[in-house]
């Protein structure tokens, strides 16, 4: 019997053996995709996307290309599938300056697009327009919301916090900016592909200060934390947040009399003043300046069509400094109908990889290689999170030495 066993398991990889070699055969290739990539319109009419790296990406697959000197990048012998398109440009302020159509600030700039769900069967050409945006001295950096658990495996949600980091080698002021956790409403109340010019948000706080209060040095980062404990005395897989800069106060967790509150300028739930991070879904974040005048008398509006329910506040998208857009995890695929951040603050998503969170993931911003020196760090922006964020499973704040983040 035993000897039978063997014969039957031998005969059974022989044939799986055939079946994928039958299988890759017969695959068939598309022999030609090509994708032109358009300037924007700020941007001198002498000037193309020429010798820039294009990326296809499927669930799959990933495809590169370089574009001509029409900006055209000409893929061949592609799977057919269903893929997202992926291009950026990061141009230094002298490059910003001479490009531009008009008189600019000389400030490092990046030009990008991403176009998702192209179904490419067919030799096709797709074309795609770039979007201008000036890159950002301060960078939302790290959002830990997910939670952990105690060794008994029970939950364990009052760690989360918020990492802010100054990308310029200037000196930054954090007072009078405020940070908005973006509507997570399901459906999406405002989805971003009906809302361009607006962010929904389901609560806003703004750092207190009067103007030169709270430095940044270059490099640095601040973290606001819902409770500012060191949590890993009583959760070891949990975070030291006892040296957090700033915290959300409210009464669901402790509160660290030795740290500087945050002002809550807007929640759409009564009677939660800490921020309401969920632990395996929709955490858009956006930083944005505006006088607080201003602020309070923007908006504040039911999803549409109903008069009920949860309100929101709504924020001009052009006051944005810098925004993350987070969404929830599906084992069926990530919907990118349901983005909420418009896509010229983040082109794409992340996202951990739980439905219900409580697995210690942190999204957490990339260093960037190429700028990073001996004396200090720079993160990436390329104002699209799939290509700025990693999953990070033991956040530490502060910390950008881990080895994902420097990949």
């Known amino acids: 019997m035993k000897f039978i066993k063997i014969i039957t398991q031998t005969l ?4 799986l053996l055939v079946v994928a070699a039958c299988n890759d055969s017969n695959l068939t290739y598309i022999a030609s995709v090509d994708v ?4 924007p319109t700020e941007i001198k009419a002498d000037y193309a996307f020429s010798n820039k790296e294009v990326i296809l990406r499927s669930d799959r697959l990933t495809y590169t290309a370089t574009t001509d000197e029409n900006g055209v990048a000409h893929f061949s012998e592609i799977v057919p599938d269903i893929y997202n398109i992926y291009c950026s440009w990061e141009l230094d302020g002298d490059q910003y300056v001479e490009m531009s159509n008009t008189a600019v600030e000389h400030r490092p700039a990046l030009i ?3 176009l998702t769900k192209n179904k ?13 945006s000036v890159k950002q001295k301060l960078l939302i950096s790290k959002i830990y919301a997910s939670g952990t ?3 008994n495996n029970s939950v364990f949600h009052a760690d989360n916090y918020v990492e802010i980091f100054n990308n310029s080698d200037e000196v930054q002021y954090l007072d009078g ?4 956790l973006v509507e997570g409403d399901s459906p999406a109340a405002f989805p971003s592909k009906d809302y361009a010019d607006y962010v929904h948000a389901r609560q806003v706080y703004r750092f207190p200060g009067a103007g030169t209060d709270y430095p940044v040095d270059p490099g640095k980062s601040v973290v606001i934390a819902n409770s500012a404990y060191n949590h890993t005395l009583a959760v070891p897989r949990s975070v030291n947040l006892e040296d957090a800069d700033f915290e959300f106060k409210g009464s669901l967790y402790n509160n660290n009399d030795f740290v500087m509150g945050m002002d809550l300028i807007y929640s759409t739930y009564v009677g939660i003043r800490q921020i309401n991070l969920q632990r395996g879904g929709v955490n858009g974040l956006c930083l944005f300046e505006d006088d607080i005048a201003n602020v309070i008398n923007y908006p504040i509006l039911y999803v549409p069509g109903k008069t009920s329910g949860n309100m929101f506040i709504r924020i001009p998208a052009k006051n944005v400094v810098d925004g993350v857009e987070v969404l929830s995890f599906r084992t069926t695929g990530i919907d990118v109908n349901l983005k909420r951040v418009p896509a010229f603050i983040d082109a ?7 439905t219900s969170g409580y697995n210690n993931e942190s999204m957490e911003r990339k260093v960037d290689k190429t700028r990073s020196t001996s004396d200090r760090v720079y993160l990436i922006d390329t104002n699209n999170s799939q290509n700025d964020f990693v999953k990070i499973t033991t956040p530490t704040p502060r910390d950008y030495t881990k080895s994902l983040l420097n990949q």
């Open 112 to 114: 990008s697009a991403t």
């Open 348 to 354: 794409s998503y992340t996202n951990i990889s739980s």
């Open 120 to 132: 490419i069967f067919d030799p096709i050409q797709i074309n795609i327009q770039t979007l201008l």
């Open 36 to 39: 032109k990539v358009s300037m």
């Open 12 to 15: 059974l990889a022989l044939f």
């Open 149 to 151: 658990r105690y060794p």
């Open 177 to 180: 900016f405020f940070l908005a």
